[in-house]
C-alpha cells in the first residue's frame, strides 16, 4: 500500500514561488535579515554572530525600546541610519 501526498507537493511548489517572486529573498544559512534606515527601510542580510557583539547589542535593544515585538517591516527593524549601520557592519567584519 503506498501512500500519495500530491496536496502538500504542490503546497511547497508553491510557497517557493510566492517566496521568489515576493520582495523578501532566501537567507542564506548563518544569516537572518534586517532593516535599516530612518525614512526608507533597506534590507540587509547579516551574519549570525553579529549577535554576540557588544555593539551590535546596543542596537537590538534600541529596537526593542522602539518597536517592542512589533516590526513594521515584517522583521527586525533597527533603528539608526543606513550609514551608521554599514560603518558598525564593516567594523565587525573586519574584526
Known amino acids: 500500500m503506498g501512500f500519495r501526498f500530491p ?17 523578501t529573498t532566501l537567507v542564506p544559512k ?13 534590507r540587509f542580510v547579516i551574519p549570525i554572530s553579529f549577535l554576540k557583539h557588544p555593539s551590535f547589542q546596543n542596537l537590538l535593544s534600541e ?8 516590526h513594521p517591516m515584517g522583521a527586525l ?5 543606513e550609514e551608521a549601520f ?5 567594523s565587525l567584519q573586519c574584526s
Do not use: D, M, Q, W
Not at 496536496?7 to 520582495?23: F, G, H, Q, W
Not at 529596537?63 to 512589533?70: D, L, P, T
Open 86 to 90: 554599514i560603518h558598525l557592519t564593516c
Open 7 to 23: 496536496r502538500i507537493v504542490n503546497a511547497k511548489s508553491s510557497l517557493k514561488r510566492t517566496l521568489s517572486t515576493s520582495e
Open 63 to 70: 529596537a526593542e525600546e522602539e518597536f517592542g515585538f512589533n
Open 30 to 42: 548563518g544569516h537572518f535579515a534586517v532593516y535599516v534606515g530612518e525614512a526608507e527601510k533597506k
Open 77 to 81: 527593524t533597527i533603528p539608526c541610519s
